[in-house]
């Protein structure tokens, strides 16, 4: 990791705020996986924020969130439907409502 604009060891805020939304929303949807009755052996999330200049300063424009499943007895479709809920519900995502776009890939493992 490097900081915000540069290569120079250390964390910046926004790698901090990429981590709360990725581990947010992995646990929002082991939940509501298990809720439904799918026991999830892993989640595993990414997330990349992009940060740009804007007029009057930087400004979050966008978050990727990448997530990985092994959820034995759940298809494609189903998991990615509950992954689509979890982006929306989680409470990171609500918090983040002024990010322009929040793009997600959700996928089985396997």
Do not use: W
Not at 46 to 66: H, M, N, S, Y
Not at 97 to 106: I, K, N, P, Q, T
Request: aromatic residues 6%; proline residues 5%; glycine residues 12%.
């Amino acid at each position: 990791a490097g900081t915000r604009f540069g290569e120079d060891p250390g964390t910046n805020p926004e790698e901090l705020i990429g981590a709360a939304h990725a581990g947010c929303f992995s646990m929002a949807l082991a939940l509501a996986l298990g809720q439904a009755g799918y026991q999830p052996n892993r989640i595993e999330t990414t997330a990349r924020v992009r940060i740009e200049q804007v007029e009057g300063g930087f400004r979050i424009t966008r978050i990727e969130l990448d997530t990985q499943g092994d959820v034995p007895g759940i298809d494609e479709q189903t998991f990615r439907q509950f992954a689509e809920q979890a982006k929306n519900g989680c409470p990171v995502s609500q918090a983040l409502r002024g990010v322009d776009e929040v793009v997600l890939s959700a996928r089985l493992a396997g």
